[in-house]
């Protein structure tokens, strides 16, 4: 049974840390894409990838958030300095450029006190 | 650009009433589209999609019909469980390789 999956479930930090978050997309998918999750924002897209290829990160904090896929199986999203507005639900999703559909993993819940 | 509108929530509704949730979109050309459905404390996944104009997407009683005149993809279900309850999205993909532009989320609320 093939999933995304994503590490860690959830994560509590102090304003100011670095927080890494990881993401193995299904084997054979080679679009990435990470999304923030929060009430008042509902489900915004931050970056995707295509072939490992940044294609667009225009949702992204540019200041504070990085994202790459340092090969086929790994996808990592970065916040440094992180910040307490940062706190949300980020979700990785991946699929194949020919196919509709993205397979969402179950989420990084982050805090940032 | 393309963009996605969905009635706002919450629904509530009791055990085996009639859903309806309303979804009309914005986009060139002849975009796919989907609705992802999101349990509670889950990722998104997938529950019925439609490629093409007039396609019904069907899948575990619900349906939604690809309406090209009138740019709608309404969610239907018979008759709702409380195991249905969950938020509940419209997305649509354009033509070529681009992203999934999704609606706000409609959470729906099923009572025994």
């Known amino acids: 049974d093939a999933r995304v999956t994503q590490t860690p479930r959830d994560k509590v930090t102090e304003m100011g840390q670095e927080v890494t978050m990881r993401c193995q997309p299904i084997?054979?998918?080679?679009?990435v894409f990470w999304y923030r999750q929060t009430m008042m924002q509902g489900l915004e897209l931050l970056a995707y990838?295509?072939?490992?290829?940044?294609?667009?990160d225009s949702g992204m904090p540019k200041d504070r958030f990085s994202a790459e896929m340092p090969d086929a199986t790994l996808a990592t999203l970065k916040i440094q300095p992180s910040e307490p507005r940062d706190s949300a639900v980020y979700f990785c999703?991946?699929?194949?450029?020919?196919?509709?559909?993205?397979?969402f993993g179950p989420g990084t819940r982050l805090t940032v006190l | 650009g393309d963009s996605v509108t969905q009635m706002e929530g919450p629904v509530t509704l009791s055990e085996e009433a009639f859903l309806t949730i309303n979804c009309t979109y914005t986009?060139?050309?002849?975009?796919?589209l989907f609705w992802y459905v999101q349990y509670p404390g889950e990722g998104l996944q997938l529950l019925l999609k439609a490629t093409k104009a007039d396609d019904k997407g069907s899948n575990k009683g619900f349906e939604a019909t690809y309406r090209k005149e009138t740019t709608s993809f309404h969610l239907e279900k018979g008759s709702v469980q409380v195991s249905d309850s969950a938020v509940y999205f419209c997305?649509?993909?354009?033509?070529?390789?681009?992203?999934?532009?999704f609606g706000t989320g409609t959470r729906l609320l099923v009572s025994p």
């Open positions: 999703a991946s699929g194949l450029d020919q196919g509709p559909e993205q397979f």
């Open positions: 997305a649509l993909r354009g033509t070529g390789f681009q992203k999934l532009v």
């Open positions: 084997l054979g998918h080679n679009t």
């Open positions: 986009a060139t050309g002849y975009p796919s």
């Open positions: 990838f295509r072939n490992r290829a940044p294609l667009d």
